[in-house]
């Protein structure tokens, strides 16, 4: 059964930096892609960086040059890095990961950034 568990959430102030965990109860190469989306209040889930099998990232650009994602195989994590926190980055965050046309989700870590 594939399971992923976020975790790493928490409160920030504008300009700080949180570290995202994404640990995956399978060999992370198994999945085409790994993606994190996040979910603000009142608002859409909407996509924020993914990474696929062979590395290649694909960024968001309200992320852009902000947020890095990157992964340890031996871990099967994936990890968001999020620099420069804004307030319009308050969500719960999700990672996601597809198998051609099969998603699993997570259930989410909570990030708050204050003003």
């Known amino acids: 059964q594939v399971q992923l568990v976020e975790s790493g959430g928490g409160l920030v102030q504008t300009g700080g930096s949180l570290t995202l965990s994404c640990a995956v109860s399978?060999?992370?190469?198994?999945?085409?892609?790994i993606n994190w989306f996040r979910q603000a209040p009142g608002k859409e889930r909407e996509f924020v960086v993914s990474?696929?099998?062979?590395?290649?990232?694909n960024y968001a650009d309200s992320v852009k040059d902000r947020f890095t994602i990157y992964r340890d195989g031996s871990k099967n994590t994936v990890y968001l890095r999020m620099n420069s926190l804004k307030p319009e980055d308050t969500a719960v965050y999700y990672c996601r990961a597809d198998i051609l046309s099969r998603y699993y989700w997570g259930q989410g870590t909570q990030v708050t950034v204050s003003s």
């Open positions: 399978i060999n992370i190469f198994e999945f085409n892609v």
């Open positions: 990474i696929n099998v062979g590395g290649r990232t």
